[in-house]
């Protein structure tokens, strides 16, 4: 499994569930960690003097002194420590992170390699020689250029609230919840603040890459989970599996809560970052440089930190980076990333490149205001029993992730289990006392994560927590599951229309626990203005879930909106969820049924075959011409029947995507195009008032512009040579509302424009903090610059114009004019605007370029909420 947006969707998913518990400031006690001993020549037994003994990931310290002894006090203790010293080199050595005080003996070997040659210009930072060797060297060390590798790996994640205040605790809820933890021993983080834990997860996998062409696989063998019930454990396993933080610093930017960050080591090192040569150690078996980096501007997306480069192939071997308080950054009190590397071999015993062979993670997150809590999110990988150049057929990798049926781990205590079932929980306790013990070594399960998990089984004991437990899932998912059945989706259960009056919609869809292979969605609706009762019921039976294959049926009788399937929406559900409020212009009722077959022969290529049939029926004054050529003698009707077949091929190459359930969600394409290609053929053989056929396209992608931030474009076309009436035709998709939606005409109304045939561009780029980071006193806001443009190239044809019918619907009522655009000169808008506004609302300006007639305005200023890190 590649980055998967870690934090982007899983810290911050959980974090939702962490404010829906709590939510007020925070304050703290403090405790001091003394760690002392003595620093010895690993051969001789002598102190080493002035020896540099200091926290791994902090920015603690101290000096042995003559006799090689020394004393270490801190409130932030990390699980380890690492001594340097002139001529001995560096070593890491675990420590006990929950005693206060701990007397330790560090045995330092001496360095003995000779170092290889850097060329340092005259003038020239020593640093930078060796960062052109590592950069030199990228084919040798860089993993991502093995031909194809595997590994087992070990992952350890942890969420615990770090803050409880006086205020905070005279909520019911948590008096309840603490009054249960003092009967604990409590666990504190490296600050020496009690923690209140939520979820503790241990996982399993079996990781491949190949890279010709790049395809990627995870195994989630094992989990074990522990925590607050607000994510299914399916999901939680695909988003803690052992790669799931295995960045790869070579690359130019990291991926890291949905931001690129600037890597010490990519191509543009050199503009980002102020590098310091600090000393010449021993990492392990490797004689090192010791190179500290800070970022040259304190508000961009960068690291600060140390890194460790091997002197004799000048790879990278230890990373310790972490995101500085100033960045431009949401949510986030602290950001460290730990990272160890060592030289994999192949089969003939050839070092051919760095493997991560341990990282840790740790994210404290907070909410917006300084009344907000806390949450601190930490995750610990091993990685081992590496294989090279022994890729996979590939199909193979053709699913991302996948989870083993033994993947879920009994939870009920063994002492409570009778016949097969204690002994599968005995054989699975062995099982993981081995992979703690030959995959976790020092990152596995310790003492203070068992009083971790005691602590949690204490909290969810406490009968408040499951009702928030219930009310939280519900916000972040949208559903509340009961059994085989979730019932929502909630933001779809209520609206309010000029044409519906309220609307009130109950659904419901079956889960994994009720099949693996059948899903069943169907949903009942009432407005109380129109009287009418609508719903629909949907029908899928997956027949391959290696290869995606679906065969379903679907019908529906609903009120809709011309210009607002998802299609045209680009998926934007809360836009969707929206549209149903207020003025609804271009109302019909359709009634509708579809039998589709959909399937993924290759991975990254699905191709889906649909026959349905739908009804229009206009709630605005619309009829057209049966008979376009007698012009005004020709009959008129208002409504249709549309019978038709259609193939759609949808091209995703690198996409990833996880499954929650029996649902399949993307979550990221690489930065690739995902392009879709439909050609719909419609028919009178089964009741079609029209045959034509209909072409069209779409696609997006996300393009990364280095220190000017990132861009995103949507790219639709669409032809049809058939006479159709305007609805029949390609709608273009205007937002009159106060909300700024992007990928849409922002200042075009609903229904504006029709053509038969055009091509759109929905540009938008964000400038992150590039402009702003770089205005004194703006730039202590964290504001952020976008800029956006939206083109439209569309005409229609005469014959297709001659179909509208001009005359009157009835006496006095004139019908709905869908206007046309001049081939010759498209429609622009182009807007700006800042977001991150108080970290949550968004400005923009558009602006309307041309077709420019009476009572069109030239430019609007709209809102939006955005969560975004």
Avoid at 331 to 360: C, F, H, T
Avoid at 390 to 417: C, G, H, M
Wanted: proline share 5%; glycine share 8%.
């Amino acid at each position: 499994m590649t980055k998967l947006y870690f934090t982007k969707f899983w810290l911050f998913l959980l974090f939702l569930a962490i404010t829906s518990l709590t939510g007020h400031s925070v304050t703290a006690q403090t405790a001091t960690y003394v760690v002392s001993g003595t620093v010895v020549d690993a051969r001789s037994g002598a102190g080493i003097p002035f020896a540099s003994v200091a926290l791994v990931g902090r920015n603690a310290g101290v000096t042995s002194d003559e006799n090689g002894l020394f004393t270490l006090k801190t409130i932030r203790l990390t699980d380890s420590i690492y001594v340097s010293s002139m001529g001995f080199g560096v070593k890491r050595f675990w420590i006990d992170k929950t005693k206060l005080v701990q007397q330790v003996l560090l045995k330092l070997p001496p360095a003995g390699k000779v170092l290889q040659e850097v060329v340092v210009r005259a003038g020239e930072n020593p640093a930078w020689g060796i960062l052109r060797n590592v950069r030199r060297n990228l084919d040798k060390n860089d993993r991502s250029r093995i031909r194809a590798y595997e590994y087992d790996s070990y992952a350890k994640t942890s969420i615990s609230l770090t803050h409880i205040s006086d205020k905070l605790r005279s909520n019911p809820l948590i008096k309840k919840v603490l009054a249960a933890m003092d009967k604990k021993d409590s666990v504190t983080d490296d600050l020496g603040r009690k923690m209140m834990p939520l979820m503790m997860t241990e996982s399993v996998s079996k990781y491949y890459y190949r890279e010709s062409p790049e395809r990627r696989h995870e195994d989630i063998l094992k989990t074990r989970l522990k925590g607050m019930d607000v994510v299914e454990p399916e999901i939680i396993s695909q988003f803690v599996g052992g790669n799931a933080l295995s960045y790869n610093f070579y690359q130019n930017y990291i991926r890291v809560l949905g931001k690129d960050f600037a890597s010490p080591v990519g191509a543009d090192w050199k503009g980002w970052y102020s590098m310091y040569l600090a000393d010449t150690t021993k990492v392990g078996e490797f004689i090192c440089y010791e190179i500290q980096f800070d970022p040259k501007n304190k508000q961009d997306l960068l690291f600060t930190g140390k890194m460790w480069i091997d002197t004799t192939t000048f790879a990278l071997t230890m990373l310790e980076a972490k995101v500085g308080p100033e960045a431009n950054l949401n949510y986030v009190r602290r950001l460290e990333i730990e990272q160890e590397l060592e030289p994999a071999l192949d089969s003939a015993g050839n070092k051919i490149g760095w493997m991560p062979v341990a990282m840790r993670t740790t994210a404290e997150l907070y909410g917006i205001g300084k009344n907000s809590i806390g949450a601190m999110a930490q995750q610990v990988t091993r990685n081992g029993g590496f294989v090279l150049n022994k890729p996979k057929p590939l199909s193979f990798y053709d699913r991302t992730v996948s989870v083993a049926d033994t993947a879920k781990t009994n939870t009920v205590p063994i002492e409570e289990l009778e016949g097969d079932a204690k002994e599968d929980a005995i054989a699975e306790d062995l099982y993981w006392t081995n992979v703690r013990k030959n995959l976790g070594a020092g990152d596995s399960l310790s003492t203070a994560d068992r009083k971790v998990q005691e602590l949690i089984d204490t909290l969810r004991a406490v009968p408040l927590v499951r009702t928030t437990e219930i009310l939280t899932r519900i916000a972040t998912t949208g559903w509340y599951r009961r059994g085989p059945i979730d019932w929502g989706p909630y933001p779809y259960a209520l609206a309010v229309n000029n044409i519906e009056g309220l609307r009130l919609r109950a659904g419901f869809r079956t889960n994994g626990n009720f099949s693996k292979s059948m899903v069943l969605r169907a949903y009942a609706a009432y407005g109380t203005g129109d009287a009418r009762f609508k719903g629909g019921i949907e029908y899928d039976y997956i027949l391959s879930r290696r290869k995606w294959t679906v065969i379903g049926a679907k019908l529906a009788y609903d009120l809709e909106r011309l210009g607002f399937t998802p299609e045209l929406i680009n998926g934007n559900k809360v836009f969707y969820a929206f549209s149903r409020f207020g003025q609804y212009r271009g109302g019909y009722y359709s009634n509708s049924q579809e039998l589709y077959f959909r399937t993924e022969p290759l991975k990254g290529m699905m191709f889906t075959v649909a026959i349905g049939d739908r009804t229009f029926m206009p709630t605005f004054p619309f009829h057209y011409r049966t008979q376009p050529d007698l012009d005004n003698n020709s009959p008129t009707r208002p409504d249709f029947n549309d019978s038709y077949w259609s193939f759609e091929a949808r091209l995703a190459r690198k996409e990833t995507y996880i499954m929650d359930g029996n649902e399949r969600i993307p979550i990221a394409t690489k930065r690739t195009p995902v392009i879709w290609l439909k050609y719909t053929r419609g028919h009178r053989a089964f009741g079609g008032d029209f045959s034509y056929d209909r072409y069209s396209l779409r696609a997006f992608q996300t393009l990364k512009f280095g220190k000017l931030g990132r861009s995103s474009y949507v790219l639709q076309a669409g032809y049809t040579p058939s006479r159709l009436p305007a609805p029949l035709l390609f709608t273009h998709t205007g937002n009159p509302t106060f909300f700024f939606a992007p990928n849409t005409f922002n200042r075009m109304q609903f229904y504006e424009f029709v053509s038969d045939q055009f091509v759109t561009l929905h540009w938008q780029h964000g400038f992150d903090g590039f402009v702003f980071n770089r205005i004194p006193l703006i730039k202590k806001l964290n504001w952020r610059l976008w800029a956006n443009t939206d083109i439209l190239w569309g005409s229609r044809r005469e014959p297709n114009r001659r179909v509208d019918a001009p005359q009157d619907v009835r006496p006095g009522v004139r019908p709905t004019v869908f206007g046309s655009l001049d081939p010759k000169i498209p429609y622009i808008e182009a807007g700006y605007g800042i977001s991150n506004i108080f970290k949550l609302f968004r400005i923009q300006v558009v602006h309307r370029l041309n077709y420019l007639g009476p009572g069109v305005d030239r430019f609007v200023i709209k809102g939006g909420i955005e969560f975004s890190f």
